[in-house]
């Protein structure tokens, strides 16, 4: 499955982004789908999953400001971001597997930058 992120860009703390990831080429459906984010010096971490049939879990940090959602029919994943902090800046990647994520799912889009300014 190839997986193409949009979304990102700058945005004062408190604000919001949508980050979108579409899909193709393989059964949307069929994947845990996710998003990770890398902060500059900083290892790749979880921020949100939702499972093949719609369970969705979080990174402590981002719960009750961060949704993640899912659209079979557009084979596209969402992660909402709302009341932004300075320290949710990083690349933003989506992920995808079969079974549980981790840093080593075998699927990624290309990283989107969020930036926040304080």
């Known amino acids: 499955v190839q997986l193409q992120v949009s979304g990102g860009g700058l945005v004062q703390a408190g604000g919001s982004l949508r980050l979108s990831c579409a899909a193709s080429?393989?059964?949307?459906?069929?994947?845990?789908m996710g998003w990770f984010r890398q902060a500059p010096g900083k290892e790749r971490e979880f921020v949100a999953g939702i499972s093949q049939i719609g369970g969705t879990y979080y990174k402590d940090s981002v719960k009750g400001r961060f949704t993640v959602s899912r659209d079979n029919a557009k084979s596209t994943v969402y992660l909402q971001m709302n009341s932004l902090k300075f320290e949710d800046t990083a690349v933003y990647y989506c992920a995808a597997d079969f079974g549980m994520l981790s840093t080593r799912s075998a699927y990624w889009g290309q990283g989107t930058l969020v930036t926040v300014s304080s």
């Open positions: 080429g393989g059964t949307f459906s069929s994947y845990a």
